[in-house]
């Protein structure tokens, strides 16, 4: 079964572009969350997709945005890139069917630099 | 509201000695608690998780933790340090109503010394 599936793995980008990151969660799994890793906050959690909707958000601007499709796969975007937003992004998959399968797996991540 | 606090953002420890990696939580509902590993420009990989089943939780390459609620505790260990555990090992919390958000420590960096 393969694994999540971040791409790119590397971006650059500009002051003020935007950006779209893609996620295939594994095959069967339909919630899918991200995740931004900077040395200095270190794993925050940003939102959450389950079934096309977004079930859960946390504490960040509305530049962030996702959607997901209907085959689970999902995509966040960021807009008007600031230098603080050079990150790692993780996306993560969960199987919610059974009560106990409560671990998220991760992808590699996507290495985005705001130059 | 949960919170996870892992103490030393560096261990280091000889290769063949005892690892001991040190996590507190906090939580007002029932806590799931994990370990993950991440090794450099790679994402994370669940270690082991403990979910109100047994205490003493086993997980891959040998590493263990023991869930003490008195304490508040979930310290990883592993009895014997390889080179290849040379890694940045996070502790994280969620809870079966917001599984989906999970709360990560900040992180501890394991050295292994030849």
């Known amino acids: 079964k393969a694994g999540v599936t971040q791409t790119p793995r590397y971006l650059i980008k500009t002051r003020g572009q935007q950006v779209t990151l893609s996620c295939s969660p594994i095959?069967?799994?339909?919630?899918v969350s991200w995740y931004q890793q900077t040395p200095g906050q270190g794993l925050q959690f940003l939102f959450e997709?389950?079934?096309?909707?977004?079930?859960n958000k946390g504490n960040f601007p509305g530049r962030f945005s996702g959607r997901q499709f209907s085959n689970s796969r999902s995509e966040m975007n960021v807009s008007t890139l600031e230098l603080g937003d050079s990150a790692l992004y993780l996306c993560?998959?969960?199987?919610?069917?059974?009560?106990?399968?409560?671990?998220?797996?991760f992808g590699q991540g996507t290495r985005l630099t705001v130059v | 509201a949960q919170s996870v606090t892992q103490l030393g953002s560096h261990v280091s420890v000889s290769e063949g000695a005892l690892v001991l990696l040190r996590c507190n939580y906090s939580s007002s509902v029932p806590p799931y608690l994990f370990w993950y590993v991440q090794y450099p420009n790679q994402g994370l990989q669940l270690l082991l998780k403990y979910t109100s089943a047994a205490t003493l939780v086993k997980g891959i390459n040998g590493f263990e933790a023991e869930f003490k609620k008195s304490e508040t505790s979930f310290h990883l260990t592993k009895p014997s340090a390889h080179m290849s555990d040379a890694a940045e090992y996070f502790c994280a919390v969620t809870s079966y109503s917001s599984a989906s958000k999970i709360i990560f420590g900040s992180g501890t960096r394991l050295s292994i010394r030849p």
């Open positions: 095959s069967g799994h339909r919630s």
């Open positions: 993560a998959s969960r199987d919610e069917r059974g009560a106990m399968n409560t671990e998220a797996f």
């Open positions: 997709y389950f079934s096309e909707t977004q079930r």
